[in-house]
Protein backbone atom coordinates (compact mmCIF):
# COMPACT_ATOMS: atom_id res chain seq x y z
CA UNK A 1 0.00 0.00 0.00
CA UNK A 2 2.63 2.01 1.24
CA UNK A 3 4.23 1.77 -3.06
CA UNK A 4 0.85 2.42 -4.33
CA UNK A 5 0.47 5.67 -2.46
CA UNK A 6 3.51 6.77 -3.29
CA UNK A 7 3.22 5.71 -7.31
CA UNK A 8 -0.04 7.78 -6.84
CA UNK A 9 1.08 11.11 -5.22
CA UNK A 10 4.67 11.09 -7.37
CA UNK A 11 2.06 10.71 -11.08
CA UNK A 12 -0.21 13.39 -9.29
CA UNK A 13 2.23 15.87 -7.29
CA UNK A 14 4.62 15.67 -10.50
CA UNK A 15 1.81 15.73 -13.02
CA UNK A 16 -0.50 18.74 -11.75
CA UNK A 17 1.51 20.27 -8.90
CA UNK A 18 1.88 19.64 -5.07
CA UNK A 19 0.12 22.50 -4.28
CA UNK A 20 -3.40 21.57 -6.87
CA UNK A 21 -2.89 18.47 -5.15
CA UNK A 22 -4.24 17.59 -1.71
CA UNK A 23 -4.61 13.98 0.35
CA UNK A 24 -8.16 14.02 -0.37
CA UNK A 25 -7.04 13.58 -4.35
CA UNK A 26 -4.55 11.05 -3.77
CA UNK A 27 -6.34 8.72 -1.27
CA UNK A 28 -9.60 8.81 -4.04
CA UNK A 29 -7.31 8.09 -6.72
CA UNK A 30 -6.33 5.17 -4.75
CA UNK A 31 -9.55 4.10 -3.28
CA UNK A 32 -8.86 4.42 0.00
CA UNK A 33 -9.78 6.63 2.76
CA UNK A 34 -8.16 9.43 4.23
CA UNK A 35 -7.38 7.61 7.59
CA UNK A 36 -5.26 4.54 5.85
CA UNK A 37 -3.35 7.02 3.96
CA UNK A 38 -2.30 8.73 6.97
CA UNK A 39 -1.48 5.95 8.61
CA UNK A 40 1.30 5.65 6.61
CA UNK A 41 2.16 9.19 6.08
CA UNK A 42 0.98 11.54 8.98
CA UNK A 43 0.75 14.69 6.67
CA UNK A 44 1.06 16.35 3.21
CA UNK A 45 3.91 17.59 4.17
CA UNK A 46 5.26 13.69 5.18
CA UNK A 47 4.24 12.62 1.43
CA UNK A 48 6.08 15.71 -0.19
CA UNK A 49 8.98 14.35 1.40
CA UNK A 50 8.67 10.57 0.45
CA UNK A 51 7.64 11.83 -2.89
CA UNK A 52 10.99 13.60 -3.54
CA UNK A 53 12.99 11.31 -1.39
CA UNK A 54 12.27 8.13 -4.13
CA UNK A 55 13.53 10.41 -7.06
CA UNK A 56 16.42 11.06 -5.02
CA UNK A 57 18.98 8.31 -6.70
CA UNK A 58 22.12 8.42 -7.98
CA UNK A 59 23.20 7.80 -11.68
CA UNK A 60 23.65 4.02 -12.05
CA UNK A 61 27.47 2.93 -12.56
CA UNK A 62 28.73 2.96 -15.83
CA UNK A 63 32.03 1.82 -17.39
CA UNK A 64 32.11 4.16 -20.49
CA UNK A 65 35.11 6.57 -20.50
CA UNK A 66 34.24 9.68 -18.79
CA UNK A 67 33.79 12.24 -21.26
CA UNK A 68 31.21 10.02 -22.43
CA UNK A 69 29.11 9.81 -19.76
CA UNK A 70 29.08 13.28 -19.23
CA UNK A 71 27.95 14.08 -22.71
CA UNK A 72 25.92 11.20 -22.62
CA UNK A 73 23.99 13.06 -19.77
CA UNK A 74 22.93 15.86 -22.09
CA UNK A 75 21.61 12.69 -24.36
CA UNK A 76 19.56 11.27 -21.45
CA UNK A 77 18.32 14.72 -21.20
CA UNK A 78 17.21 14.88 -24.59
CA UNK A 79 15.30 11.22 -24.42
CA UNK A 80 13.46 12.59 -21.04
CA UNK A 81 12.11 15.81 -22.74
CA UNK A 82 10.85 13.75 -26.01
CA UNK A 83 8.59 11.37 -23.74
CA UNK A 84 5.43 13.50 -24.09
CA UNK A 85 5.12 14.12 -20.04
CA UNK A 86 8.14 15.96 -19.08
CA UNK A 87 7.02 18.85 -16.43
CA UNK A 88 11.00 20.44 -15.51
CA UNK A 89 12.54 18.94 -12.22
CA UNK A 90 10.91 18.21 -9.75
CA UNK A 91 12.79 18.95 -7.20
CA UNK A 92 12.71 22.55 -8.76
CA UNK A 93 9.37 22.88 -9.00
CA UNK A 94 8.87 21.24 -5.29
CA UNK A 95 10.95 24.50 -4.05
CA UNK A 96 9.10 26.95 -6.13
CA UNK A 97 5.75 26.04 -5.35
CA UNK A 98 6.23 25.49 -1.61
CA UNK A 99 7.94 28.65 -0.41
CA UNK A 100 9.16 27.77 2.29
CA UNK A 101 12.41 28.02 3.09
CA UNK A 102 12.28 25.68 6.46
CA UNK A 103 10.89 22.88 4.39
CA UNK A 104 12.49 19.64 3.72
CA UNK A 105 11.99 19.87 0.43
CA UNK A 106 14.38 22.36 -0.04
CA UNK A 107 17.26 20.57 1.51
CA UNK A 108 16.49 17.18 -0.82
CA UNK A 109 16.56 19.96 -3.78
CA UNK A 110 20.20 20.93 -2.90
CA UNK A 111 21.02 17.35 -2.11
CA UNK A 112 19.81 16.45 -5.62
CA UNK A 113 21.67 19.41 -7.39
CA UNK A 114 25.01 18.97 -5.37
CA UNK A 115 24.94 14.95 -6.10
CA UNK A 116 24.73 16.00 -10.21
CA UNK A 117 27.67 18.87 -9.78
CA UNK A 118 29.55 16.27 -7.53
CA UNK A 119 28.98 13.76 -10.34
CA UNK A 120 30.69 15.55 -12.87
CA UNK A 121 33.14 16.63 -10.60
CA UNK A 122 34.30 13.25 -10.29
CA UNK A 123 34.46 12.27 -13.76
CA UNK A 124 36.31 15.65 -14.42
CA UNK A 125 39.01 15.24 -12.00
CA UNK A 126 39.76 11.54 -13.81
CA UNK A 127 39.97 13.60 -17.00
CA UNK A 128 42.83 15.51 -14.74
CA UNK A 129 40.54 19.04 -15.53
CA UNK A 130 43.06 21.39 -13.64
CA UNK A 131 39.40 23.11 -12.16
CA UNK A 132 36.87 20.35 -11.92
CA UNK A 133 34.86 22.62 -9.49
CA UNK A 134 34.46 25.01 -11.62
CA UNK A 135 33.35 23.02 -15.25
CA UNK A 136 31.49 20.77 -12.59
CA UNK A 137 29.45 23.90 -11.48
CA UNK A 138 29.00 25.47 -15.58
CA UNK A 139 27.93 21.80 -16.71
CA UNK A 140 25.38 21.45 -13.72
CA UNK A 141 24.00 25.40 -14.99
CA UNK A 142 24.29 24.07 -18.83
CA UNK A 143 21.70 20.83 -17.81
CA UNK A 144 19.62 23.14 -15.39
CA UNK A 145 19.42 25.61 -18.13
CA UNK A 146 18.51 23.39 -20.73
CA UNK A 147 15.43 21.81 -18.48
CA UNK A 148 14.30 25.37 -17.99
CA UNK A 149 14.21 25.99 -21.83
CA UNK A 150 12.84 22.75 -22.47
CA UNK A 151 9.54 22.86 -20.41
CA UNK A 152 9.21 26.82 -21.71
CA UNK A 153 9.72 26.19 -25.28
CA UNK A 154 8.62 22.23 -25.71
CA UNK A 155 11.49 21.76 -27.93
CA UNK A 156 13.68 18.31 -26.90
CA UNK A 157 16.13 19.54 -28.84
CA UNK A 158 17.99 22.12 -26.64
CA UNK A 159 19.43 19.33 -24.77
CA UNK A 160 21.67 18.81 -28.07
CA UNK A 161 22.08 22.58 -28.06
CA UNK A 162 23.43 22.40 -24.51
CA UNK A 163 25.63 19.12 -25.10
CA UNK A 164 27.57 21.21 -28.13
CA UNK A 165 27.70 24.19 -25.50
CA UNK A 166 29.79 21.33 -22.73
CA UNK A 167 31.66 20.27 -25.36
CA UNK A 168 33.16 23.85 -26.11
CA UNK A 169 33.52 23.87 -22.18
CA UNK A 170 35.20 20.36 -21.74
CA UNK A 171 37.51 20.87 -25.13
CA UNK A 172 38.82 24.35 -23.81
CA UNK A 173 39.69 22.53 -20.21
CA UNK A 174 41.87 20.74 -22.77
CA UNK A 175 39.90 17.73 -22.59
CA UNK A 176 39.74 15.04 -26.13
CA UNK A 177 36.21 14.81 -27.56
CA UNK A 178 34.46 12.23 -29.69
CA UNK A 179 33.38 12.78 -32.97
CA UNK A 180 29.78 13.67 -32.04
CA UNK A 181 27.85 11.33 -33.26
CA UNK A 182 24.94 11.60 -36.09
CA UNK A 183 21.50 10.52 -35.39
CA UNK A 184 20.07 7.95 -37.54
CA UNK A 185 17.60 9.08 -40.39
CA UNK A 186 15.17 7.32 -38.55
CA UNK A 187 15.12 8.14 -35.40
CA UNK A 188 14.87 11.78 -36.18
CA UNK A 189 12.77 12.36 -39.46
CA UNK A 190 13.36 15.82 -40.74
CA UNK A 191 10.22 18.21 -40.16
CA UNK A 192 9.63 16.13 -37.34
CA UNK A 193 9.55 18.25 -34.27
CA UNK A 194 9.24 16.15 -31.16
CA UNK A 195 7.26 18.36 -28.75
CA UNK A 196 7.48 18.00 -25.10
CA UNK A 197 3.61 17.32 -23.38
CA UNK A 198 2.28 14.80 -26.21
CA UNK A 199 -0.99 13.67 -24.69
CA UNK A 200 -1.02 10.32 -26.37
CA UNK A 201 2.80 9.96 -25.00
CA UNK A 202 1.67 11.08 -21.58
CA UNK A 203 -1.78 8.55 -21.44
CA UNK A 204 0.73 5.75 -21.25
CA UNK A 205 1.59 4.11 -18.09
CA UNK A 206 4.85 2.68 -18.52
CA UNK A 207 6.06 6.05 -20.28
CA UNK A 208 4.60 7.68 -17.41
CA UNK A 209 6.85 5.91 -15.21
CA UNK A 210 9.59 6.11 -17.29
CA UNK A 211 9.20 10.21 -17.05
CA UNK A 212 10.39 9.18 -13.37
CA UNK A 213 14.33 9.28 -13.97
CA UNK A 214 16.22 11.55 -12.41
CA UNK A 215 15.78 14.72 -15.07
CA UNK A 216 17.39 17.86 -13.12
Known amino acids: ?34 RTLYNYFPSKDALIVAYLSRRLRPLPPSDLPPVEQILGNFERL ?22 EPAHAANRLALE ?11 LLVRLKVKDADTLAM ?10 ATALVRGEPEV ?21 PSKPHPEERPQGASRRVGNSQTAAHPSRRRAARGSSG
Open 138 to 147: QLQILADGAI
Open 78 to 99: ERTFAQGVFRGCPFVNAVAELK
Open 112 to 122: FKEQRRLWFCD
Open 1 to 34: MRERILDTADRLFYGQGIRAVGVDTVAAEIGISK
Open 159 to 179: AVTAAKAARVLLEAAGVKLPK
